[in-house]
């Protein structure tokens, strides 16, 4: 059974920009979430999408967003970029989710803002 | 919110001693705390988890023990070797689930 996959792995963006991160989960999960790892911060909870519906949402501004697809892809974005955002980004998926079950990550996003 | 308290931030042992992570919870509706060890640039893997129903769970030379009363779980790897060097992070739930900072165990051979 494949893993959760994230793209892009690596990605270098500019001040500013906008950027779109996407991450297909397990076959059979109908949830993904999505965290922010910095070194200063650790694991930050952004959002949880539960079958195309956003279930929960952490501490972030609205220039993160995100979705889940009918599939149970999922993208999240961030718009206006900053230098604080360079961080990893991970996806998680599980059966039910955060609230109930265990979940699995993904290798992650590293995003880099110059 | 959930808020997860982690300790020590880093570990050092050498090869064949134990090793105990500690941490902390402030939400006592929380039900779920799973263990997860980071490899350099990996993604965060689930090593062992406990529910609030269970006070002790053992997989080979990993065990967590669980607390309610004190909020407060740990991670026990006893006969640590070299490639347990890693990140850990515990974690608890509620509605969401909430990491603590992380702790960096070397294990010297």
């Known amino acids: 059974k494949a893993g959760v996959t994230q793209t892009p792995r690596y990605l270098i963006k500019t001040r500013g920009q906008q950027v779109t991160l996407s991450c297909s989960p397990i076959s059979g999960h109908r949830s993904v979430s999505w965290y922010q790892q910095t070194p200063g911060q650790g694991l930050q909870f952004l959002f949880e999408?539960?079958?195309?519906?956003?279930?929960n949402k952490g501490n972030f501004p609205g220039r993160f967003s995100g979705r889940q697809f009918s599939n149970s892809r999922s993208e999240m974005n961030v718009s206006t970029l900053e230098l604080g955002d360079s961080a990893l980004y991970l996806c998680a998926s599980g059966q039910q989710g955060a609230r109930t079950g265990e979940l699995f990550f993904g290798e992650g996003s590293r995003l880099t803002v110059l | 919110g959930e808020n997860v308290e982690q300790h020590p931030s880093t570990l050092s042992v050498q090869e064949g001693d134990s090793a105990v992570i500690k941490c902390t919870y402030s939400?006592?509706?929380?039900?779920?705390f799973p263990w997860y060890k980071q490899e350099l640039g990996k993604g965060p893997q689930l090593i062992i988890d406990?529910?609030?129903?269970?006070g002790e769970k053992k997989d080979q030379r990993i065990a967590v023990t669980l607390n309610k009363t004190a909020k407060h779980f740990s991670l026990h790897i006893t006969e640590t070797q070299p490639e347990d060097s890693a990140v850990y992070f515990c974690?608890?739930?509620?509605?969401?689930?909430?990491f603590g900072a992380g702790t960096r165990l070397t294990v010297k051979p």
């Open positions: 974690a608890a739930n509620n509605n969401d689930m909430r």
């Open positions: 939400d006592s509706a929380s039900n779920y």
């Open positions: 406990i529910r609030s129903n269970v």
């Open positions: 999408y539960f079958s195309e519906t956003q279930r």
